[in-house]
């Protein structure tokens, strides 16, 4: 037999009504007392999760998470379904399916466990026609879950009965599991947290993703606590790394390693992506059997991992929403938590405390939404039912204008960063465009093309003489929340199709060029005449008659007289006739060539003109590499 995954990475929990024998199968299969705490022992009762390692030759090797079946004790029982690959349902054989059984069942369900086995356990404490009637129960209630062909296993604890029917059939369902992404994010919810002599802060939980190394920086959020990973024990045993779905104990150290800051709920990230969240956007499923309804604004326990928060339940269609139904529900949480696109979550009546249904996250940083339409409740349904690729493009279109970041993509689609990427890849072109860091839907990138190209033709159309639009203006034309990367990953492949060129800073249309009406033409001739009459001493612009000066258009027209290069800009305010600066740049080789040292003095013999003009001259020359300035004056390169 193939194994779908690494053999010791496979988490195994067990489920059902309390005192039904879950801790006596467990000691019977792996030979270890989940039963810890003193209270336990004292009542007969699990209350916190308890742990343990089935293993084996040559079949796969699990760690057991043994959780309460006590109704005072579903949230423990919560956390420690989070995160199994397999679960292990356990109905005594002398009393059958219990309303716990069932609870437990429904959430198991509702946190989509890929995998299930039941034990039916007692089987000593029964007669075989009792037996089957147990058996014929329990499958009728699995019939209306995804569990319907689960195996069932009779076992005694008690006797050894049925404990290697049971391993093989464990083993099978192992085999049907599908291998986590190690690329993926690292995340590690804690469901304890405690203190350790010698070695500090130590918290334990399921590896849900990704892989952690010893020395590691990482993240406690939601609290917000840098810690580094000082050791890591897997399933009991030191080791270097861990990886997803390792049963998994870190020492702490820094802020995340204070015990009195760090608690069970607590989530260690390792990627910077992660944000801790007050809202969620959940497609949400009642459960069929209760007497429950869920209505708009209604105070619910949520369950996520090893966190427990309130919240009100804001209804996006319909109110109210019945048992058996689904519906689309943004979560208004009290407390923040860690979550990801694709996660799986337990809702709990206020009071009295019943599980009434669960959800799929589908925007774990949602927007603030209060009504959706048809056409966002496709998208979100897409969020959730689609491939990796409508997931990434349903996301984007639902990003709009502000586009989506490409970076947190494994978080908003729920993969690894390098299937989020092949997937990116795969979509660019059709209905996607990648601005910078954001990727953009389709229909924004037309209304911002119509708003970009309407830009650059109000600015024509105002300034007739504008060699170019500059991109600032551009940049305006585009709402104020839409990234600044779209306006010029849009010019760039309006430029790369010949739409719009490049110029003087800015973009034109393409084939665009200035031209002057009869009257700005004779302004313009008068214009160059004054201030090329004076050669290298050409008047500053403050200088220049008034009724030129007044002219609305007198920039446009000097700034055109500067495109075509009649006039080259010198110093601000002042332009200087191009054929006199190309001839002050002969001169100054011709004589000077090959000097150093030199002072203005020197400059003034070759250039006749008075200080005022002389040192933006040399200024300009300076840095168009005509003469080089030190702190021992100026040289003028061999050429």
């Not at 800073?505 to 002057?516: D, H, K, N």
Request: proline share 4%; charged share 25%.
């Amino acid at each position: 037999m193939k194994w779908g995954r690494k053999l010791a990475s496979l988490i195994l929990g067990t489920a059902g009504h309390i005192d039904h024998g879950k801790t006596e199968l467990v000691r019977a299969l792996t030979g270890t007392d989940t039963d810890r705490l003193k209270e336990e022992k004292e009542r007969g009762i699990t209350i916190e999760l308890g742990f343990a390692e089935l293993v084996g030759e040559g079949r796969p090797h699990f760690g057991v998470v043994d959780v309460p079946g006590h109704d005072a004790f579903v949230r423990a029982m919560v956390a420690g379904a989070a995160g199994m690959d397999v679960v292990l349902l356990v109905v005594a054989g002398d009393e059958g399916v219990m309303p716990q059984t069932r609870e437990h069942l429904a959430i198991v369900e509702l946190l989509a466990v890929p995998e299930l086995v039941v034990a039916i356990t007692k089987c000593d404490m029964a007669d075989a026609e009792w037996l089957d009637l147990v058996e014929a129960d329990i499958k009728d209630v699995l019939s209306a879950t995804s569990y319907a062909d689960a195996t069932c296993v009779r076992t005694s604890a008690l006797r050894g009965t049925g404990l290697g029917e049971l391993t093989d059939a464990l083993s099978v369902a192992a085999s049907r599991v599908q291998e986590p992404d190690q690329d993926d994010l690292a995340r590690l919810p804690l469901d304890r947290v405690f203190t350790i002599q010698g070695t500090g802060t130590v918290g334990t939980g399921t590896l849900w993703s990704g892989t952690i190394e010893t020395g590691a920086n990482v993240r406690l959020l939601p609290e917000n606590l840098d810690a580094r990973i000082r050791s890591i024990q897997v399933h009991g045993r030191s080791s270097e790394r861990a990886e997803a779905g390792d049963r998994t104990a870190v020492a702490l150290t820094g802020d995340g390693g204070d015990r009195e800051r760090t608690s069970r709920g607590a989530v260690v990230v390792t990627h910077s992506g992660w944000t801790p969240t007050w809202m969620l956007t959940t497609r949400v499923q009642l459960v069929a059997d209760t007497d429950w309804r869920l209505e708009h604004n209604q105070r619910v326990h949520v369950h996520h991992g090893t966190t427990e928060v309130l919240a009100r339940c804001v209804l996006l269609e319909k109110s109210p929403l019945e048992a058996g139904v689904s519906g689309w529900v943004q979560l208004r949480l009290e407390e923040p938590i860690v979550a990801r696109a694709g996660d799986r979550l337990v809702i709990r009546a206020y009071s009295p405390v019943t599980t009434i249904g669960g959800g799929i996250v589908a925007e774990p940083l949602p927007l603030k939404r209060n009504r959706i339409n048809a056409e966002q409740r496709a998208q979100l349904d897409q969020l959730i039912d689609g491939s990796l690729g409508e997931r990434i493009k349903a996301w984007i279109e639902l990003a709009g204008w502000t586009g989506g970041m490409e970076a947190n993509l494994p978080i908003f689609a729920g993969a690894s960063p390098s299937a989020c990427r092949a997937a990116v890849d795969s979509i660019i072109g059709s209905g996607v465009m990648r601005a910078g860091p954001y990727l953009v839907d389709g229909t924004v990138i037309e209304a911002a093309e119509a708003r970009v190209l309407g830009a650059v033709d109000v600015g024509h159309s105002e300034d007739s003489l504008r060699v170019a639009i500059p991109l600032s203006r551009i940049r305006a034309g585009l709402p104020g929340w839409a990234p600044s990367e779209l306006a010029d990953a849009l010019i760039d492949s309006l430029c790369r199709i010949g739409t719009l060129e490049r110029a003087e800073g800015g973009v034109r249309r393409a084939g665009f060029r200035p031209e002057l009406t009869l009257d700005q033409h004779e302004a313009s001739e008068r214009l160059y005449k004054l201030l090329a009459s004076e050669g290298l001493a050409s008047p500053f612009t403050q200088e220049l008659p008034d009724d030129l000066l007044g002219r609305e258009d007198f920039w446009p027209i000097l700034r055109h007289l500067e495109y075509v290069g009649r006039l080259t800009l010198v110093a601000d305010g002042l332009y200087v006739s191009t054929d006199e600066i190309n001839g002050a740049i002969e001169l100054i080789r011709s004589a000077l060539s090959g000097s150093d040292s030199l002072g203005p003095a020197d400059f003034r013999d070759v250039l006749p003109v008075s200080r005022k003009h002389l040192i933006p001259l040399l200024n300009f020359f300076d840095g168009i590499g005509v003469t080089i300035r030190s702190a021992e004056g100026r040289s003028v390169p061999k050429v």
